[in-house]
C-alpha cells in the first residue's frame, strides 16, 4: 500500500513538473516579438526594413536576466510628447550616470566611449531636424541620467531623435532588447 501512495505521489509531481515547465515554456515563446526597423536613426547597424528578434519581458530592475546593459539595443515606448511611439536605440546609460558630448565624442562618467557603430559626429542636439537652433548650439552637452531611467542613442547620430531631444526614459518604457544582430531575420 505505501509503494501505491508513493506512486502516486510521484506521478502527482512530475505532472505539476510538466504542466509548470509548460506554462514557462509557452511564456517564454510569446516574449519573443518580431520588429521591423522603420527608419534611418540606427544606420549602420540596423537599416530601414530589417527585421530584428526582440525579447519583450519587460525590464525588471533587479531581475539578473534582465539587467540592461550599455551597448544593449532595445526597444522603448518613446515619450508623451512624441505620443509614445515605438523606438529601437542603443542604450548608452544607466542611473546616475553623467553622459558628456565634447567636441563630437560621447563621454560617460568621464571615459570617451569607443563606439565604432556610430555614424556621424554626436551633437547635442539633431541640429538636421532643428536647423534653426543650430547657432545656438554649444560644443558642450552633460546630462545626469535620473534613478530608474536609461539614456539613448540612435547609432545614426546626425538623424536620431533620442534622448539628447527628450531626455533619459523611465525604465518602465523599456518593451524588450535585440537579441539578433541587423539582417539575421528578413521581412520577405
Known amino acids: 500500500m505505501n509503494s501505491d501512495n508513493n506512486n502516486v505521489s510521484l506521478n502527482s509531481r512530475l505532472i505539476i513538473f510538466f504542466v ?5 515554456t509557452t511564456g517564454m515563446i510569446t516574449s519573443f516579438d518580431v520588429v521591423e526597423i522603420n527608419g534611418d536613426s540606427m ?15 519587460p525590464y525588471t530592475p533587479g531581475f539578473p536576466d534582465e539587467k540592461l546593459d550599455y ?7 518613446g515619450p508623451e510628447s512624441m505620443d509614445n511611439v515605438l523606438m529601437i536605440k542603443r542604450v548608452v546609460g544607466l542611473e546616475n550616470d553623467l553622459i558628456e558630448i565634447i567636441e563630437g565624442q560621447v ?5 570617451l566611449l569607443r563606439e565604432e557603430y556610430a555614424k556621424g559626429m554626436t551633437l547635442p ?21 535620473p534613478e530608474n531611467h536609461v539614456y539613448l542613442l ?7 531623435s533620442d534622448s539628447r531631444e527628450y ?15 541587423r539582417k539575421v531575420l528578413q521581412t520577405p
Do not use: C, H
Open 20 to 24: 509548470i515547465a509548460a506554462i514557462i
Open 43 to 57: 544606420l549602420p547597424t540596423l537599416t530601414n526594413g530589417d527585421s530584428v528578434l526582440v525579447w519583450s519581458l
Open 71 to 77: 551597448g544593449d539595443i532595445i526597444v522603448v515606448a
Open 107 to 111: 563621454y560617460r562618467n568621464g571615459d
Open 125 to 145: 542636439l539633431n541640429l538636421q531636424k532643428d536647423q534653426e537652433k543650430m547657432p545656438e548650439w554649444d560644443s558642450e552637452y552633460s546630462y545626469t541620467v
Open 154 to 160: 540612435g547609432d545614426n547620430r546626425l538623424v536620431s
Open 167 to 181: 531626455g533619459a526614459l523611465p525604465f518602465t518604457s523599456v518593451l524588450g532588447r535585440m537579441i539578433f544582430p
